[in-house]
Structures are given as structure tokens and as C-alpha cells.
């Protein structure tokens, strides 16, 4: 945390029983739809809770723009596109995870992600920008832990910005912002994740699927608690042309539910234009 002495004592008093668990499954999923299974979860708060998903009072999203093309040279948005990867955190150890393109036309597309006990359905839009992530609570499935707390309901008011621009290459930058709601045991928090996004580099890259020359992309998340700045979270994603995410790190250093994630490319198969 960045607060300190007796401002950061009351702050996380008033906070802990709701936000912290909850951060660190919602941070968890920022990236890359990254999340522990329905099961018992101990972030380094020591509370338990259930987060649950909630699209109530969900304000007009960004959508893509009419007849913008879906094509990206690194990440491809062909139907029946299918990555698989192997995963690791403290969570729930090592995992596999799978997503598939399952719709898509020029205006976007659909990915379903099959991971340990859950399935999630995420819409992008393509703009001429690049692409969107176009309702970010859909990240956000149930996760449930045992003991104090209850529940907590998560909704997105707004954002703004992109996920990936078209022309992905060493030297640009680009942000996304998401802004977030979070109620419940009698609290509400409102928040803020600013993404910072620069490509750093074309990386030689190993992972199981094999050696690849890879754009990477350093992401520092910033959050803010009811406009207090709650720590940050770090990523590393490195991209393939023709293929998308081949590996990505993440870690929140400073934050006090303390979280990793990490992922690597097992299998590829492209889909049909």
C-alpha cells in the first residue's frame, strides 16, 4: 500500500473485510481472465469472501465501429481460433486453461476461456484503434471462499481506452481504464484500474509450443480506492505475430493480497477466416 502510519491503519480497516479479498481475485483477472477455481480462497488479508459478478445499472459500453476491420497481425480473430496454456499460482497451483474464438465478424468477436471449474465468455470489439474489451465485469465470475465476510457485488460504471492497438510494435504506449464499483457487508468502495501499457521489445521467446520472436509488452496496473492509491500490479505479455499470447508473468508487489499468475503457450491451432 502506499498509505502510511494511521491513514493506512483506518483505511484498511474500513476496508479489509470487503476489498481486499476481493481485489485480489478481480486483479487476477485483469490480464488475461486469469482465475482460481469455486473453492477456498486465503488472500495474505487472512479474510475469505464470495465475490459474484453483477451487470446491475451497467451504463452504455463502448462498441466497435461499423464495418471496422477485425484483423490484427498479433492476435488473430478468425472463428475457432484455440489457444491452450499451461498456468501456475499460489491459488490453486498449476493449471491449464483453454480459450477458443467462438464468434466472429468484422466488428469482433467472442472468446470463450475454459479454465479449472469455470467457463467465461468475453466480447471484443475491433476499432480503428484496436481492439476492446467491450463489458469488463464479464471478466469477474463467482468465486467463493468460506468463514467471515459474505458476499460483494462488483459492477463496471465506465471505461475507456484499448486492449491492443492494431500495429503492435517497440515503442508504443497506450492506456485502459476501467472504473468499478464494489458493495457489500455494508460497505461500498468505488474504484479504479489504470492500465499503462509499452511495448518494450522483440524478445526470443521458449515455451512448450515452441521458440518464437515475440513483441513484449510491460502493463503496470494502478489502482485507486475510493481515490486513495491502493498499490499496483505489474504484467509482462509477450506477443507472436500470427499467434497472440505466447507467455505472460504477473505479480502485485505491493499490494497486500499478494497475487502471481504465470502462463505458457502449449498448443496453437488456427481458426477459419
Known sequence: ????????????????????????LVLAVLACA???????????????????????????????????SCAFDFFPTDENTTWEFNG????????????????????????????????????????????VLLDPTKMFPIATG????GTATMKTL????ISLPVKLKPGLNWQQTVDWQMSGSGSSIHGMFTMNYNAMSID?????????DAVRVDTQIQIQMDGKD???????????????????????????AALRNHIELTNFVPGTP
Open 34 to 68: 486469469q482465475l482460481p477455481p469455486a473453492s477456498t480462497i486465503t488472500p495474505g488479508s487472512g479474510i475469505v469472501m464470495t465475490l459474484v459478478a453483477s451487470k446491475q445499472s451497467q451504463p452504455a459500453l463502448t462498441t466497435a465501429s461499423p464495418g471496422s
Open 230 to 256: 491502493a498499490g499496483t500490479c505489474d504484467v509482462s505479455t509477450w506477443f507472436a505475430k500470427g499467434i497472440g499470447i505466447i507467455k505472460q508473468d504477473y505479480t502485485c508487489p505491493n499490494l497486500d
Open 1 to 24: 500500500m502506499i498509505l502510511h502510519g494511521s491513514q493506512k491503519s483506518r483505511f484498511l480497516s474500513r476496508t479489509s473485510r470487503l476489498t481486499l479479498p476481493a481485489i485480489a
Open 146 to 149: 468460506s468463514g467471515a465476510s
Open 88 to 131: 501456475s499460482n499460489p491459488f490453486q497451483g498449476s493449471y491449464k486453461r483453454k480459450d477458443v474464438i467462438t464468434d466472429s465478424n468484422e466488428d469482433g468477436y467472442t472468446v470463450t476461456s475454459e479454465l479449472p471449474g469455470k467457463t467465461l465468455t468475453l466480447e471484443y470489439g475491433c476499432t480503428p484503434a484496436g481492439i
Open 204 to 212: 526470443s521467446v521458449t515455451v512448450p509450443f515452441g521458440t518464437f
Open 158 to 161: 465506465g471505461h475507456s481506452g
